[in-house]
């Protein structure tokens, strides 16, 4: 039975995101063969040039919630690059991929998010990429020690993995009273980092709705599944 559900136009531009996003992986040809949508219409696709219509829409977007194209490509990716995960952050479709589904896991808490949070550099380009998805603002550490305190705050904490005194700046702007984020990084091992953080930002009522990071360790994952925030998100688990 054909399926011929009012598709938004904003669902087929995120539809058109995520094919071009997929073509990053798959060739046109092996696109074709897991959606069963003909090569020649994928190429207008994902080169903005043609719009599906509902009923390819709905095709698409069955054919890649049955398969879990997205996770699987994600988490393969995330597996392969363990070792070198710079290999990710250059990776323009992994990151615009990875934004979609955080996205799409948000849309399900139905609540604003006021800014994106990168808990480290290497997290910018996912706090960017999510930030335009989300049609918001990024925050992130900064690096410049000189920096006056009515500008940033600066918190301590010790690196387990670095056996080490740490420290971050963090801008003022990131933590005003009242306001939602959703924090993201491409690691989240150090568990002493991420509660200083978290600390930090519950203390001036800032509101944490969730965490996405690619890897996670398992103490960390412990800690953050004891916060019980709305979203929780990540691709692999190490050591």
């Not at 040809?29 to 959606?35: I, P, T």
């Not at 599906?52 to 709905?58: C, L, V």
């Not at 940033?152 to 009242?178: F, N, Q, T, V």
Request: proline fraction near 2%; charged fraction near 25%.
């Amino acid at each position: 039975m054909l399926n011929n559900k009012a598709i938004k136009r904003s669902e087929k531009i995120r539809i058109l995101k995520i094919l071009k996003a997929l073509n990053s992986f798959y060739s046109l040809r092996e696109l074709e063969e897991m959606l069963s949508i003909p090569f020649q219409s994928l190429w207008r696709y994902v080169n903005f040039i043609g719009v599906p219509s509902d009923e390819i829409a709905n095709e698409i977007i069955e054919k890649i919630s049955k398969l879990r194209i997205i996770e699987s490509t994600l988490v393969k990716m995330a597996k392969s690059s363990n070792s070198n995960y710079y290999n990710l952050i250059k990776n323009t479709g992994f990151i615009e991929l990875f934004a979609l589904a955080v996205d799409e896991k948000l849309k399900k808490i139905d609540t604003d998010v006021d800014y994106v949070f990168a808990l480290s550099e290497e997290g910018i380009p996912i706090a960017t990429s999510l930030a335009l998805e989300l049609g918001t603002e990024i925050c992130f550490p900064l690096v410049n020690r000189n920096i006056q305190e009515d500008v940033a705050k600066i918190i301590w904490y010790y690196s387990h993995s670095e056996k080490e005194y740490k420290y971050m700046l963090i801008p003022r702007e990131c933590i005003h009273r009242d306001k939602k984020v959703y924090v993201v990084d491409i690691f989240m091992e150090d568990i002493e980092r991420v509660k200083s953080v978290t600390t930090l930002m519950r203390m001036n009522g800032v509101e944490i709705l969730g965490f996405s990071t690619i890897y996670i360790s398992k103490d960390c994952l412990k800690i953050l599944e004891e916060y019980n925030t709305g979203v929780l998100y990540y691709l692999h688990v190490i050591q």
